[in-house]
């Protein structure tokens, strides 16, 4: 089986996010993860420069999209890097 079809469930990965759903004052916060699907366990993206938007406001931060299909959102993503201790 070639190496690019296995997952390392230890790997884990630092982005840049979203501190807060409003980016009113607020810049990107750095979080490390456990680079798996918290849905499935399968491997997360590749990362890649996004732009987040608020309703008003645009923030550079990272995107990646899972090739499960699980949506990560900077919600639930800010909510395990505090869960875990990673912020």
């Known amino acids: 089986m070639p190496t690019t079809q296995h997952h390392n469930s230890t790997e884990r990965r630092t982005v840049r996010i979203p501190g807060s ?3 009113s004052g607020h810049h990107p916060i750095t979080v490390t993860l456990r680079w798996a699907c918290p849905t499935c366990g399968g491997p997360r993206g590749e990362i890649r420069p996004a732009i987040s938007y608020d309703g ?3 923030l ?3 995107g990646w999209t899972n090739p499960c299909g699980h949506l990560d959102t900077y919600a ?3 909510v395990e890097a505090r ?3 990673n912020g």
Do not use: I, M, P
């Open 60 to 62: 550079a931060c990272d």
């Open 83 to 85: 869960h875990h201790d």
């Open 56 to 58: 008003s406001r645009q």
């Open 21 to 23: 759903q409003d980016h």
């Open 76 to 78: 639930a993503v800010r």
